[in-house]
């Protein structure tokens, strides 16, 4: 995976997240084995390789234009889409921010909310 967009840290809380849901129960009872973490592994698949995609179409409108000293544009059809549809940004920020599969900690895991004034 590339560095760029510093990615990784979003990527490894996201990854623990999905850790914690997926592995907590089988590593308090002892079980944990390659079919968890195949499981674990095929939940955060879809959201690597997404971003990786991201991270390097963004290498190419950006890699040029660095060292030819261009101006960063990206590719005319992608230009289009986001200018007539100017939604259609949210899907790149959501599968940076996000993840294509968003992961929820478990119940368990959850704080209490705090209250307005902070107490609990
Ligand atoms: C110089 C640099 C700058 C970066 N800047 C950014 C940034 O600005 N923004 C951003 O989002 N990301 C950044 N990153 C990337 C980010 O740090 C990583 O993507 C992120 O820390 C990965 O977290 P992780 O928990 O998956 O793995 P790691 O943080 O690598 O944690 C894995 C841990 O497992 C331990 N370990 C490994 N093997 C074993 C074993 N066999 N037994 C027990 N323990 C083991 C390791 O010692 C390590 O502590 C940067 C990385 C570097 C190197």
Redesign the pocket.
């Given at each position: 995976?590339s560095?760029l967009?510093?990615?990784?840290?979003?990527?490894?809380v996201q990854?623990?997240i999905a850790i914690d849901r997926i592995l907590a129960e089988p590593l308090l009872s002892g079980s944990v084995g390659t079919v968890e973490l195949r499981r674990l592994q095929l939940r955060r698949l879809p959201t690597t390789r997404a971003v990786e995609l991201l991270q390097a179409g963004i290498h190419r409108t950006v890699d040029p234009a660095v060292h030819g000293h261009r101006p960063i544009r990206p590719p005319a059809p992608v230009e289009w889409l986001l200018t007539t549809f100017p939604a259609l940004t949210r899907i790149p920020a959501r599968i940076l921010g996000v993840g294509v599969t968003a992961e929820h900690a478990p119940d368990f895991a959850r704080r209490e909310e705090p209250t307005f004034d902070g107490a609990r």
């Open positions: 995976m560095p967009g510093g990615v990784g840290v979003n990527l490894a990854d623990g």
